[in-house]
């Protein structure tokens, strides 16, 4: 994941924190607080699924902390700290960019869903979709616009033209501004899985809007989601949603 924006417009700050010993942490994975789990210190990544008390994204990446005192120069410790530290941009209004990927593995393009594509005058009609997902126009007279599912095949909202044969579509699980259907991250938590079935009580991320690019902008490779934590450390009361 990268920083995008900060909703309330202010500059990203940086702060840095202890990893813990459980694992080691990447540049642009969310952590959170590890303080209520087998007495931990530090911050972990987040999961999957979850992320409550997100401190934030990782701009840098660290090794796991060590109980055990260290020389100096011995790994992340160059200083004889045995305490790992990672840079998190800690802003609870901070919107994160996550690529969409066609499953959990980073970077695995993106399938269209409508290969058997029915004309349909209405613009209400797309073959192969699931429900509750979100989907995009690809190719065709429909391009730059996105709708939801509201069943199998049909959108809630009619793409503004007529959906011609043969037009192409993609479709994602996340739906913007919806807090009743979660993001599922991928397995190295940086991107989404975007065909994950929807899950209504991961409550980790809110999407905030969509960069859904068509055939001309390889959007099967260039998708993404901007999400923002919906469980904070450092928002007043923890969460945006209690």
């Known amino acids: 994941m990268e920083f995008k924006y900060c909703i ?13 010993a459980a694992a080691a942490v990447v540049a642009g994975v969310p952590v959170q607080s590890n303080a209520d789990a087998s007495d931990g210190d530090g911050v972990i990544n987040v999961t999957t699924t979850a992320a409550v008390g997100v401190v ?10 060590t109980n055990a005192q260290v020389a100096a120069g011995a790994g992340d410790q160059s200083d004889g700290n045995n305490a790992s530290f990672a ?15 066609n499953g959990g593995t980073e970077d695995t393009a ?10 349909s005058s209405a613009g209400t ?3 192969g979709g699931t429900d509750e997902f979100t989907v995009w126009a690809y190719s065709g007279a429909n391009v ?30 996340t739906v ?23 899950a209504a009580s991961n409550d980790n991320f809110i999407v905030v809007e969509h960069l859904l690019r068509d055939k001309a902008d390889d959007g099967l490779n260039n998708s993404f989601a901007l999400i923002m934590a919906a469980s904070h450390a450092f928002n007043q009361n923890g969460t945006l949603n209690s």
């Not at 934030?56 to 902390?65: I, P």
């Not at 840079?87 to 990927?101: F, G, H, M, Q, T």
């Not at 993106?110 to 004309?119: E, K, N």
């Not at 913007?176 to 929807?198: G, K, N, R």
Request: glycine residues 4%; proline residues 4%; hydrophobic residues 50%.
């Open 8 to 20: 309330g417009g202010s500059a990203p700050h940086m702060k840095k924190f202890i990893v813990d």
């Open 176 to 198: 913007v501004a919806e807090m009743t259907q979660w993001p599922t991250l991928s397995t190295a938590f940086t991107q989404i899985d975007a065909t994950a079935a929807v």
């Open 87 to 101: 840079s998190v941009i800690i802003n609870p209004d901070a919107v994160y960019s996550a690529k969409l990927n």
């Open 110 to 119: 993106l399938a269209v869903i409508s290969a058997a594509q029915a004309a």
């Open 125 to 127: 009609t797309i073959t």
């Open 144 to 173: 730059g616009h996105e709708r939801r599912f509201t069943g199998a095949a049909l959108v809630a909202v009619a793409f503004p033209k007529a959906i011609a044969a043969l037009d192409e579509f993609v479709e994602t699980s």
């Open 56 to 65: 934030g994204l990782t701009v840098d990446a660290a090794d796991a902390s």
